[in-house]
């Protein structure tokens, strides 16, 4: 097991301050540079496709692959609580699959799985829960149903579509989930759901109201720069201090100033590596 903070000390942070910070990682050093930075949740998504696999959407991945990566991240020990996606159709064929495939990034390090989907998704919640896997929920605007919306669009924004969803945090929250995502939906709905929950939301693209904010690693940090959703900030520009790095390595290197004397070793005995 990675983390040292648990499920339920997240589930008990509903409404308390601070709101929980939760961020993306598909690897062992951004998940202790997310442990050192002190985040509460650390994400393994199904967002690994698109900005680590350049695949263009999330469809793409499958549990094999997320095992993969919440290997990688589990393996830095983080203290923050390590979620796993439940990648698309590895939760829709029946209770038994969906529980094989938790119990599969479970057994990866994760100390839960998150699954996209509202009331129709419960028997498959219920199952996890049966299996003692603790569930995230993931509403709004759910990226594995990218072809059923016709797009990244955000969802709820009519009434229709905003009591439904409501209903469907309502229905997640009565089946056990310990948190929910709130994804691409508008900021006062976002709101309405928190404060009729009693599970701490975690929002994305659906305004300050939620119990805690999530951001995908390669968007906060400025590696990811071809497409800037409007619920992004970035905190850094990571692309653009690594390309600045390898253009002076590679003046480096064709003007022989790479490497030094004090960077190369010398003939006869000594040690092999290191210094
Ligand atoms: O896969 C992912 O990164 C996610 C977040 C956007 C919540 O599901």
């Known amino acids: ?12 942070r509903k409404g308390s301050a601070p ?8 690897d062992a050093p951004s998940a202790r540079i997310a442990s050192e930075a002190g985040v509460d949740l650390i994400l393994v998504g199904d967002s690994v496709a698109m900005v680590v696999l350049g695949y263009a959407d999330t469809l793409q991945v499958g549990v094999g692959e997320i095992a993969h990566h919440v290997g990688a991240v589990a393996r830095a020990r983080p203290e923050a609580v390590v979620v796993a996606d439940l990648p698309w159709l590895s939760f829709h064929l029946s209770r038994e699959d969906t529980v094989r495939n938790g119990a599969t990034l479970i057994r990866a390090g994760a100390q839960a799985v998150k699954l996209e989907g509202g009331r129709k998704r419960i028997p498959m919640v219920t199952a996890l829960l049966d299996a003692e ?3 995230m929920g993931h509403l709004g605007l759910t990226p594995q149903s990218v072809h059923a919306m016709g797009g990244f669009k955000v969802q709820g924004r009519t009434d229709a579509a905003a009591a439904a969803l409501l209903d469907d945090a309502i229905a997640l929250s009565e ?11 508008p900021a006062p709905l ?9 599970v701490p939301t975690i929002g994305i693209g659906a305004g300050p109201d939620c119990d805690g904010q999530v951001l ?9 720069e071809r497409l800037r959703p409007r619920f992004v900030r970035r905190y850094a520009s990571l692309r653009e201090v690594a390309v600045d790095a390898l253009v002076a390595y590679g003046a480096d290197v064709r003007e022989r100033r790479f490497p030094s004397a004090a960077e190369s070793y010398g003939a006869g005995a000594g040690p092999t590596t290191g210094s």
Do not use: C, K, N
Request: no cysteine.
């Open 190 to 198: 976002a709101a309405q759901v928190t404060e009729a929950v009693p």
């Open 175 to 185: 089946a056990g989930v310990f948190a929910l995502v709130l994804e691409g939906i």
């Open 19 to 26: 709101p929980l910070v939760m961020v993306t990682a598909y």
């Open 216 to 224: 995908v690693w390669h968007d906060l940090l400025g590696l990811e």
């Open 1 to 12: 097991m990675s983390g040292t903070t648990t499920v339920a000390e997240v589930r008990a």
């Open 133 to 135: 896997i603790p569930v």
